[in-house]
């Protein structure tokens, strides 16, 4: 089982609609999670870390699962500028490796 | 500007040749991460710094590849005798450690394309 795994996608959804992603992690040492946002042959950029309580910001929404050992995102609204690769990284933060570890990312196509 | 900034952007040398890429991250971050991407993947993990330590790098990391980081500002990504597997772009990151966070900033990148 890889480390991080993301559904490659890619989720094609028209404007308005609202999308989900998960990213499933299997070290459970790993204690801060983000999303990140990449653009065709641009570097990522970060979107929102991923906090125990969840946490939203505007029309996104992040969901953390301790138990099932996985982050969800949540996109509200789609927009045609949504459309990227959404990358999830997980970082252990004990037990001696501090290495990052992204997903290889889920495609979002928002079409009009 | 003040984000992460990588040189050069785009390099294309032949099989055999050694490169070498440069990366100066954010002023104030302690932490500096070198990665590998190739289409369709997420960016993979090669070593990271902090301040002019290098902690860990990647099992999966040739012997060709070296990176250094003097003086804990900017490093250098060397890669010797280069292969076509090597193209790929190398992203640099860098991130602020034990303000609790962890959130890394990367640099444009640069594109390798070996021939």
Same mark, same amino acid.
């Given at each position: 089982r890889k480390e991080v795994e993301q559904d490659p996608g890619p989720f094609n959804v028209p404007e308005g609609a609202t999308v989900a992603f998960n990213c499933t992690y299997s070290n459970s040492a790993s204690q801060s999670f983000f999303w990140y946002r990449q653009d065709c042959r641009k570097e990522p950029k970060l979107l929102m870390s991923v906090y125990s309580s969840g946490n939203e910001d505007g029309r996104f929404t992040a969901q953390l699962n301790r138990a099932s050992q996985y982050i969800s995102l949540l996109i509200r609204d &789609?927009?045609? &500028?949504?459309s990227a690769t959404y990358l999830c990284v997980v970082n252990p933060?004990?037990?001696g490796s501090y290495i990052p570890t992204f997903g290889r990312g889920t495609s979002l196509i928002v079409h009009p | 500007d003040t984000g992460v900034s990588q040189d050069p952007r785009h390099k294309i040398t032949k099989r055999g040749q050694n490169v070498t890429f440069r990366c100066d991250p954010i002023s104030e971050h302690n932490r500096l991460y070198w990665y590998r991407q190739t289409l369709g993947q997420g960016p993979e993990f090669l070593t990271y710094f902090q301040n002019e330590a290098q902690l860990e790098k990647s099992?999966?990391?040739?012997?060709r590849f070296s990176a250094e980081r003097p003086k804990g500002s900017f490093s250098t990504l060397e890669i010797q005798r280069t292969e076509q597997g090597d193209s790929a772009m190398y992203l640099c990151a860098s991130s602020l450690y034990g303000v609790g966070t962890y959130e890394q900033y990367f640099g444009p990148g640069t594109r390798l394309t070996v021939t």
């Amino acid at each position: 089982r890889k480390e991080v795994e993301q559904d490659p996608g890619p989720f094609n959804v028209p404007e308005g609609a609202t999308v989900a992603f998960n990213c499933t992690y299997s070290n459970s040492a790993s204690q801060s999670f983000f999303w990140y946002r990449q653009d065709c042959r641009k570097e990522p950029k970060l979107l929102m870390s991923v906090y125990s309580s969840g946490n939203e910001d505007g029309r996104f929404t992040a969901q953390l699962n301790r138990a099932s050992q996985y982050i969800s995102l949540l996109i509200r609204d &789609s927009k045609l &500028s949504d459309s990227a690769t959404y990358l999830c990284v997980v970082n252990p933060t004990s037990g001696g490796s501090y290495i990052p570890t992204f997903g290889r990312g889920t495609s979002l196509i928002v079409h009009p | 500007d003040t984000g992460v900034s990588q040189d050069p952007r785009h390099k294309i040398t032949k099989r055999g040749q050694n490169v070498t890429f440069r990366c100066d991250p954010i002023s104030e971050h302690n932490r500096l991460y070198w990665y590998r991407q190739t289409l369709g993947q997420g960016p993979e993990f090669l070593t990271y710094f902090q301040n002019e330590a290098q902690l860990e790098k990647s099992r999966l990391l040739s012997d060709r590849f070296s990176a250094e980081r003097p003086k804990g500002s900017f490093s250098t990504l060397e890669i010797q005798r280069t292969e076509q597997g090597d193209s790929a772009m190398y992203l640099c990151a860098s991130s602020l450690y034990g303000v609790g966070t962890y959130e890394q900033y990367f640099g444009p990148g640069t594109r390798l394309t070996v021939t």
